[in-house]
Antibody
């Protein structure tokens, strides 16, 4: 059974940093690109970042480019999202997503507030 | 960026109805189009990929069609569990983009 379990969310002050983790299991992790998608309270879905199976290519939404960094560890079956210079508008539920969206985690909530 | 526009934004229907949701892309996305269902408090669930391929385990009452810039999601014989918000997504070009969502409500 495919499982994606996010962690690392929480309350953080504007301008501070947070690192999200996603533990993957139940599939051959290094066969798939991985993505982070977020959803602000009461809003729609916004793709944040994606990474190819071999970390050869990483892409970011303009709204996070230069502040967020995606990475993965194929030996441990983890994908990460390092978030710096957090802003109020980054507050959202962050989902870890496998491939083209076949499987999603349950999300980890990031709250940015002073 | 490729803009994805869904219509309608909300839709009221009755149990047993057949409904169609449209998604238009601002540029050609070929068949790199997916549909997701999201219920309140839950993660999105994949329904359709490659515009018309049914995700494993998804009932055949859901069907997708289209290519290029215009796509549709059709749900036949609505049941209470189908009332949710539906999103389209293009994954042809980065940044990946979603439609704004269509909220399907019980009439």
């Amino acid at each position: 059974e495919v499982q994606l379990v996010e962690s690392g969310g929480g309350l953080v002050q504007p301008g501070r940093s947070l690192r999200l983790s996603c533990a993957a299991s139940g599939f051959t992790f290094d066969d798939y690109a991985m993505h982070w998608v977020r959803q602000a309270p009461g809003k729609g879905l916004e793709w944040v970042s994606g990474i190819t199976w071999d970390s050869g290519s990483k892409d970011y939404a303009d709204s996070v480019k230069g502040r967020f960094t995606i990475s993965r560890d194929n030996a441990k079956n983890f994908v990460y999202l390092e978030m710096n210079s957090l802003r109020a508008e980054d507050m959202a539920l962050y989902y870890c997503v496998m491939g083209t969206g076949g499987y999603w985690g349950q999300g980890t909530l990031v709250t940015v507030s002073s | 960026d490729i803009q994805m526009t869904q219509s309608p934004s909300s839709l009221s229907a009755s149990v047993g109805d057949r409904v169609t949701i449209t998604c238009r892309a601002s540029q050609d996305v070929n068949k790199y189009l997916a549909w997701f269902q999201q219920k309140p408090g839950k993660a999105p669930k994949s329904l359709i990929y490659a515009a018309s391929s049914l995700q494993s385990g998804v009932p055949s009452k859901f069907s997708g069609s289209g290519s290029g810039t215009e796509f549709t999601l059709t749900i036949s014989s609505l049941q209470p569990e189908d009332f949710a918000t539906y999103y389209c997504q293009q994954y042809k070009t980065y940044p990946i983009t979603f439609g704004q969502g269509t909220r399907l409500e019980i009439k």
